[in-house]
């Protein structure tokens, strides 16, 4: 019996194993094939870390976590469990919860700015090559030099048309600047707002320090993001995630080793970050985790094998529990025998083959201990979880999401000048003082040509003035050392 009260019970072999919670932000691992009991064991997790007051974050990929604010006691198999694995303290309870969701429907409404997001993450969402993404990354430093604020996607779409018609003269400032780029970088938009992604980009944007809650009994807040439709695109969801990882990164300040997480982050699908991934992003994405410990944040990853997740990233995840996997196909068997070397080895314990005879809610489990070093793997049932696995009813949602004291603040959209609203006012501008031109009686035989000088004079000028006006150092960010983004203002 584990007599220390903030240890993190989270299975139960002989005795029963548990992460330390100094230990928790030295990340982990949730793998198994499908229905073998990961999300139950996130879920096991979540409520343990909210229990001795730390924050997580998590994906509802399937919609199966919404009850994690009700008390369960409605599965038989968990009734069961509890009684087989005689757990002492356990107690149906609901735990606290915050729904997010990037529509807006489930959830309070989550976005950031484009300029937040940055041409990096941005042109992996809009599936860019190389060139498409430079020319991206140079549309941002021009909206940067203007000073226009890039904040939803009718600010980029208008700051791109800007950038295709100045392109003779942007160029010999920022180099070449092809129409072909700007072409493909539009219809990427175009597809993202057919996804419906553009209502992930404005105002007001996700404050993390939101995600960062304890309730009146000090426990810490679950926060739960929608993202079954959110998985449709792939790519968006693993993006989004990733923004998410990186932003805690630029905000959190440094808090060495910490007693226990500030945050938990659980990153569900974790294979959809890596698939196709540029090595360039990878070899951030490794970045970003090592780094983000020392800011005190764990990351878990979820996936159905570990093998999943690049060498880099599995070398650092020190908590693990592996459910079962196949092994019909010889390659199934590969899979099963690399996975199992993953772990460090227990001489009672032939790994390979316990992996493959695993029954749902039970697994391999190895965390780290005191010293950081991993404990030798153990057969073990993973503890049920103490609220409800029944999801929540749209009523029941609806009730939380209006009794949480975030109510209101994201749910009205706000559309303040930027890109968009200047560049349409400049445009409206240059037309009028053009017409005027034109009307002047006096006017030369090339009054065409003075015409054009004027537009630029007047775009040049109108240009100048903003940008001393709003400053310079919008979209220069901090965030750039990782992924080229914007710094909050
Ligand atoms: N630790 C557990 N205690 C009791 N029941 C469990 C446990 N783990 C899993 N189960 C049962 O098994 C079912 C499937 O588990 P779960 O949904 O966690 O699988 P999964 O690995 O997430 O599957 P998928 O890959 O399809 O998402 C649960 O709904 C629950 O009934
Ligand atoms: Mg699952």
């Given at each position: 019996m584990n007599t220390d009260a903030a240890a993190l019970v989270i299975a139960?072999?002989?005795?029963?194993?548990?992460?330390?919670?100094?230990?928790?932000?030295?990340?982990?691992?949730?793998?198994?094939?499908?229905?073998?009991?990961?999300?139950?064991?996130?879920?096991?997790?979540?409520?343990?870390?909210?229990?001795?007051?730390?924050?997580?974050?998590?994906?509802?990929?399937?919609?199966?976590?919404?009850?994690?604010?009700?008390?369960?006691?409605?599965?038989?198999?968990?009734?069961?469990?509890?009684?087989?694995?005689?757990?002492?303290?356990?107690?149906?309870?609901?735990?606290?919860?915050?729904?997010?969701?990037?529509?807006?429907?489930?959830?309070?409404?989550?976005?950031?700015?484009?300029?937040?997001?940055?041409?990096?993450?941005?042109?992996?969402?809009?599936?860019?090559?190389?060139?498409?993404?430079?020319?991206?990354?140079?549309?941002?430093?021009?909206?940067?030099?203007?000073?226009?604020?890039?904040?939803?996607?009718?600010?980029?779409?208008?700051?791109?048309?800007?950038?295709?018609?100045?392109?003779?003269?942007?160029?010999?400032?920022?180099?070449?600047?092809?129409?072909?780029?700007?072409?493909?970088?539009?219809?990427?938009?175009?597809?993202?707002?057919?996804?419906?992604?553009?209502?992930?980009?404005?105002?007001?944007?996700?404050?993390?320090?939101?995600?960062?809650?304890?309730?009146?009994?000090?426990?810490?807040?679950?926060?739960?993001?929608?993202?079954?439709?959110?998985?449709?695109?792939?790519?968006?969801?693993?993006?989004?995630?990733?923004?998410?990882?990186?932003?805690?990164?630029?905000?959190?300040?440094?808090?060495?080793?910490?007693?226990?997480?500030?945050?938990?982050?659980?990153?569900?699908?974790?294979?959809?970050?890596?698939n196709d991934s540029p090595k360039a992003l990878v070899g951030k994405i490794e970045q970003v985790v090592r780094l983000i410990r020392s800011k005190g944040v764990g990351v878990y990853f979820i996936t159905q094998n570990p093998l999943d997740l690049p060498e880099t990233v599995l070398g650092q995840l020190g908590n693990r529990v592996q459910h079962a996997l196949r092994a019909f196909t010889p390659r199934d068997q590969r899979a099963v025998k690399a996975a199992a070397e993953t772990f460090r080895a227990n001489p009672g314990l032939n790994v390979a083959r316990v992996i493959t005879e695993l029954e749902v809610g039970e697994a391999l489990v190895s965390v780290l201990d005191k010293k950081g070093a991993p404990t030798p793997v153990e057969r073990a049932y993973i503890c049920p979880p103490q609220s409800r696995l029944t999801p929540a009813t749209t009523d029941e949602r609806r009730r939380i999401i209006r009794e949480s004291i975030l109510y209101g603040h994201y749910e009205k959209n706000v559309d303040r000048e930027s890109a968009y609203e200047i560049l349409k006012e400049r445009a409206g501008r240059q037309q009028k003082e053009v017409t005027e031109v034109l009307a002047q009686p006096q006017r030369p035989a090339d009054g065409r040509t003075q015409a054009g000088n004027l537009i630029a004079a007047a775009a040049k000028s109108a240009a100048h003035a903003i940008g001393s006006q709003v400053g310079r150092q919008i979209i220069r960010g901090v965030l750039g050392s990782l992924f080229g983004g914007a710094k909050k203002r």
């Open positions: 139960k072999s002989k005795a029963e194993i548990a992460i330390l919670p100094g230990m928790a932000n030295r990340h982990g691992l949730i793998a198994g094939a499908t229905g073998t009991g990961k999300t139950v064991t996130l879920r096991t997790m979540a409520e343990q870390f909210s229990r001795i007051g730390v924050p997580v974050f998590m994906a509802d990929v399937k919609g199966d976590l919404s009850g994690v604010p009700f008390p369960g006691g409605e599965s038989v198999r968990v009734t069961e469990r509890v009684r087989s694995l005689e757990l002492e303290d356990f107690r149906f309870q609901g735990f606290p919860v915050m729904f997010w969701d990037v529509f807006g429907e489930q959830g309070h409404p989550v976005r950031t700015t484009i300029s937040e997001m940055g041409p990096l993450l941005l042109g992996r969402i809009l599936t860019l090559n190389e060139i498409q993404g430079g020319v991206l990354t140079l549309v941002f430093k021009v909206a940067d030099d203007e000073g226009l604020l890039l904040l939803d996607l009718k600010d980029l779409r208008a700051m791109l048309q800007f950038v295709g018609e100045q392109a003779p003269q942007l160029q010999k400032q920022y180099g070449n600047i092809s129409a072909a780029s700007i072409g493909a970088i539009q219809r990427g938009l175009l597809h993202l707002e057919e996804q419906g992604g553009g209502i992930f980009f404005g105002e007001p944007a996700l404050n993390l320090e939101d995600l960062l809650q304890t309730d009146a009994d000090g426990r810490g807040v679950v926060n739960i993001l929608a993202a079954d439709r959110l998985l449709q695109s792939p790519k968006l969801y693993a993006t989004f995630l990733l923004w998410m990882l990186s932003e805690l990164f630029e905000r959190l300040p440094e808090t060495g080793d910490p007693e226990k997480p500030r945050l938990v982050f659980f990153f569900d699908e974790a294979h959809l970050l890596f």
